[in-house]
């Protein structure tokens, strides 16, 4: 397919609730993804105690997988303005992704440089990382690795 732009998506994004209800986008395709070359990790902060959200920094070693949404420019410009890069929160991110057959996509996702380490994810947005992978039927060994991630102390409600 020519007539889109392809965007993995490896953190709330993945989950329909958020990408396509409220997010509102309409991806024209759907498919699983792996990122080789870069690990999942939680150090964008978000509000004053340990939290944090999904972004990804370079490691040879590791693989992020994720789901490819195939996007009209207009949606990704629109995507663009819910990510906040235009505050540069995220920067988009030109990168090769297979597509869990035997192709690998051109594609874009978004990476952020202003981090803190350290953070970790609320319960609340682990489950819609792991919610989101099983929805698009990721492996039960990358859904348990999602799950492994140490949570942080919620300050909202005082949970972990």
């Not at 953190?11 to 991806?27: E, K, Q, T, V």
């Not at 993804?33 to 990804?56: D, Q």
């Amino acid at each position: 397919m020519t007539d889109g732009l392809w965007y993995f998506a490896y953190g709330s994004n993945m989950n329909r609730a958020i990408f396509l209800d409220r997010r509102g986008m309409h991806p024209l395709a759907t498919r699983r993804g792996c990122l080789e070359g870069y690990r999942l990790c939680f150090n964008i902060p978000i509000g004053p105690g340990e939290r944090g959200v999904a972004n990804l920094v370079p490691d040879v070693a590791a693989r992020t997988w994720g789901v490819l949404y195939l996007l009209t420019a207009e949606e990704f410009d629109h995507l663009d303005r819910t990510e906040l890069v235009h505050l540069r929160v995220y920067e988009r991110l030109g990168v090769t992704v297979a597509d869990g057959g035997q192709d690998r996509v051109a594609a874009f996702t978004y990476r952020s440089t202003m981090t803190s380490e350290g953070r970790k994810p609320s319960p609340r947005y682990r489950g819609l990382l792991v919610e989101g992978a099983r929805q698009h039927a990721l492996s039960a060994e990358y859904i348990g690795y999602l799950e492994s991630f140490e949570l942080a102390h919620d300050e909202r409600d005082g949970k972990r």
